[in-house]
């Protein structure tokens, strides 16, 4: 076949393609590795939960500086096992509050329509909540293989010291902890309405130790929090949709926090009219959150005010054109919302979306063409990555 002079319809990529094609592929980089980065933490964690789940359902409402909700589970967990019961054959809610310079626990344990309050007082919550985690393992273990629902006379009673039974926790199991009828030294109930005897702070046992992941999450009050890796989606400060890095460390009290995030953006290119003249911008920003906290589980959910620092700094692009460098300062105020899904008690995966004003609109001109591009006064930037408290 004779070869004719017709163009080939497949030819290379001229400059400006090139570039665009880069520009695109290099802004979902961040996008990949924080994806990458969450889905590591998400199949480390999911180990830790299959070890942390609990054994019953539990209510449990204490003050900050008493063991939480996780601690006491995992106290229980350690005296019979991880194996559950379902909610028709045990539950619980606990409840200590502060009447002076004591700690008053109430117990209320439930099995199907059944019911049963134990009370118990003492100076130290952290002796009420290895009273509390030994009651309820001792009544797991009957749950466990038991045909029916326990009656309330067995939720609301001690166990008998000679119970010939088994309930009674081996030293082994117990990995220490002090036998059961120490703990259930105050007898069978007195009243009808399955009322067990106060004890005294004397007749408590020294709790069982929890374990050291649970002990600085629900006891030590200020913590320390770094989130990385993270990574950040903003809409508002350059055109289109732009990601970029950033890493934030800060403090936590009980339910307040603030951090301080550091971030950058990689270079951005912005095209003019003429697609062979733009400005290539990179960002640099300092940002300062305060926030307040309520939770819900393992999830927790925070309005924060904002306050944040940006420097962009821009060059300009195209044949003819010095790549001379300018710098712009911006002050931004808004406020985020900050959402946390907690995998583990030190380690939580974080999203959150807020909105800022901008104090200025720097604008960026050539003098042959004229302005390139000038900042919005308003921005929407999201946020995604993993957070750690020490």
């Given amino acids: 076949m004779p070869r ?16 665009k094609a880069r520009a695109l592929v290099g802004s979902f980089a961040p996008t990949w590795l924080a994806a990458g980065s969450a889905v590591s933490v998400l199949a480390a964690s999911s180990v830790a939960l299959s070890q942390t789940s609990p054994v019953l359902k539990l209510q449990w409402d204490a003050p900050s500086q008493c063991p939480q909700v ?10 019979v096992g991880s194996t559950g019961v379902s909610p028709e054959q045990l539950r619980a809610e606990g409840r200590i509050i502060r009447s002076g310079d004591k700690f008053r626990l109430t117990l209320i344990v439930r099995s199907g329509a059944a019911a049963g309050v134990r009370e118990l007082e003492s100076d130290s919550c952290e002796h009420l909540t290895g009273a509390a985690a030994i009651g309820l393992g001792l009544l797991v273990r009957r749950a ?27 030293a082994e199991e117990s990995h220490g902890a002090p036998p059961p009828s120490d703990v259930d030294a105050g007898g069978p109930p007195t009243s009808h309405d399955d009322k067990a005897t106060t004890a005294s702070a004397a007749s408590l046992p020294s709790p069982t130790p929890a374990p050291a992941l649970d002990t600085p999450a629900s006891t030590r009050k200020l913590k320390v929090l770094l989130r990385a890796p993270s990574v950040e989606f903003g809409i508002g400060t350059l055109p289109g949709l732009t990601t970029g890095y950033a890493l934030g460390a800060g403090a936590k009290y009980e339910e307040w926090q603030a951090f301080l995030t550091a971030g950058y953006w990689p270079r951005h290119t912005v ?18 959150d305060g926030c307040h906290a309520w939770r819900s589980r393992a999830f927790e959910w925070s309005p924060c005010l904002h306050a944040g620092f940006m420097n962009v700094v821009a060059s300009g692009t195209g044949q003819g054109i010095l790549s001379v460098r300018s710098t712009s300062s911006v002050w931004s105020a808004g406020a985020t919302l900050d959402t946390k899904l907690h995998v583990t008690p030190w380690a939580a995966i974080f999203l959150a ?10 604008r960026f001109v050539n003098k042959e063409i004229g302005e390139l591009y000038r900042f919005p006064s308003l921005g929407l930037k999201f946020g995604l990555g993993t957070e750690w408290l020490f």
Avoid: C, N
């Fill in 271 to 288: 095209e003019s009219q003429w697609p062979q003249f733009g400005v290539d911008l990179t960002r640099y920003s300092v940002e300062l």
């Fill in 4 to 19: 004719g002079d017709a163009p080939s319809v497949m030819g290379p990529l001229t400059f400006i393609e090139r570039r």
């Fill in 70 to 79: 996780d601690a006491v589970q995992s106290r229980i967990r350690e005296l």
């Fill in 353 to 362: 979306v807020g909105g800022e004003i901008k104090t200025s609109r720097p």
């Fill in 144 to 170: 466990r293989t038991a045909t029916a629902p326990l009656t309330s006379e067995t939720l609301g009673a001690p166990t008998e010291s000679g119970d010939p039974s088994g309930e009674r926790l081996s």
